[in-house]
């Protein structure tokens, strides 16, 4: 790949991927790495520029990240943001410490404007400052770039006008003037060229596939959601039949929904091996009602079936997975918390003995580029735009034992709370909503007769990444709606609870 490259060192903030995101919309690609990734693997990306990221640590606390002394010799521009600025003073021979005057959040900042980094800036900026510890003395030979109004040094330059860094976070929107910063960082400092764009992007990564995999055949398990589906597309786009995707139905998936997404691969012109394996997995769960013991068993035969079509497939060197970066960085607990989700729903807990080696095109970004991507791809909104939908399915929302019945039960009062989110207009603003059947029968009356039937809890929350979520506050008229519907049209069910609670100390699923 010819693009311009910004590596981002992870030091551990919560706003890596913010930088990252920042740099590509000013069309610049940009990449995150650990912070300690070797020096040959950041050298080989042939960087224009190196940002390092802010981090909860102190440099002096034991064992706390560093810089390699090769790095900081490399010639190549680096940008130090807060624990970065810290980690470039400390190297370069500064003091840094505990402030006295802690400043957290909000600040007002002069800017020494005399060089490429703060060019058209203005005198005085809001910035946003997120550390305890702060660099007292500049590093010798460095210049004093910025300043707060409370005394602390908000920036400063190496000698030789390679080595940057600021206390504050030009990437967060409360630094006024922050992609004012990073641009002068881009395209002053580093000499970048803006050609990351998203369309070439896409032939690029076609490219890169097709030069990964040769001639040799690869296979992808679909699951109907947006990152296994994008993946697939894009893959298939690149090297045609030589992929082939396994589309597994566990009989856990929703109403209609098999139909639903074999009616949009097949309009895709993806080769599809469709297996309905739903007995197979119903017989295994059968008398099963511990949560933990059903998403094992229910991984356990999703690979067992997997491996089974994968053998009369044949040939395969490559398996395609749509692993996103969430998934994939090692530091950061964003990373740590999706890759274990994960493990379920892409086929990452294949065997070893399996030999396939592991194609990731996706592994580099976030899930709106992936939508974004799909859009380019010319992926119908209605697989872009679905809620997240475990690995486990219905198993997990199937609460006590499961049996056809009771999933029938569920499937039905479910289609009726997403039928009436879509009609509201609310499905797209909603990050996830579904219905949970409990293992609790409650007393009735329904036409004067007495009932004893079960019980369905409605489950709708608000999340960016779903590692946090807060309940969605749907109105009471609607939530009404949906509440009568299931009990008059859903046989079995003569109550409806909502679940209230947020995550933490819920989780999203109930099991
Ligand atoms: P929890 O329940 O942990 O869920 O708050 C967070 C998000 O992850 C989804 N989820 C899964 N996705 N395989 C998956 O692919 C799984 O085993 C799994 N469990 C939960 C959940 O739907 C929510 O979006």
Known sequence: MLLDTVIVLDYGSQYTQLIARRIREQKVYSEILPWDTPLEKILAKSPKGIVLSGGPNSVHAPGAPGISEGLLNSGIPILGICYGMQVLAKALGGTVERGKTAEY?????????????????SETSTVWMSHWDQVLKLPEGASLLA??????????????????????????????????????????????????????????????????????????????????????????????????????????????????????????????????????????????????????????????????????????????????????????????????????????????DMELRLLEPLRDLFKDEVRAIGKILGIPRNILGRHPFPGPGLGVRCLGEITQERLETLRKADAIFLESLRQEGLYDSIWQAFCVLLPVRTVGVMGDIRTYAEAVALRAVEAQDGMTADWARIDPVILDKVARRICNEVPGVNRVVLDITGKPPGTIEWE
């Open 105 to 121: 959040g909000r600040a007002t900042v002069t800017f020494y404007r005399n060089n490429p980094l703060f060019e058209g800036l």
């Open 147 to 352: 300043e707060s109004h409370e005394g602390v040094l908000a920036g400063f330059a190496g000698e030789g006008g390679k080595i940057w860094a600021l206390q504050f976070h030009p990437e967060v929107v409360h630094t006024r003037e922050g992609v004012s910063i990073l641009r002068n960082f881009l395209f002053s400092v580093c000499a970048c060229k803006p050609d990351w764009d998203l369309g070439e992007f896409v032939e690029s990564m076609k490219e890169d596939i097709r030069e990964k995999t040769g001639e040799q055949r690869i296979i992808c398990g679909l699951s109907g959601g947006v990152d296994s589906s994008v993946a697939a597309v894009l893959t298939s786009q690149a090297v045609g039949d030589r992929l082939e995707c396994i589309f597994v139905n566990n009989g856990l998936l929703r109403q209609n929904e098999a139909e639903e997404v074999l009616e949009a691969y097949t309009a895709l012109d993806l080769k599809v091996h469709y297996v309905d394996a739903g007995e197979r997995f119903l017989e295994a769960l059968r008398g099963v009602t511990d949560p933990e013991r059903k998403r094992k068993i229910i991984g356990e035969t999703f690979i067992r079936v997997f491996e089974d079509i994968a053998e009369k497939v044949g040939g395969a060197v490559w398996l395609l997975q749509g692993t996103l970066y969430p998934d994939v960085i090692e530091s950061g607990h964003q990373g740590k918390g999706a890759a274990v989700i994960k493990t379920h729903h892409n086929v990452g807990g294949l065997p070893e």
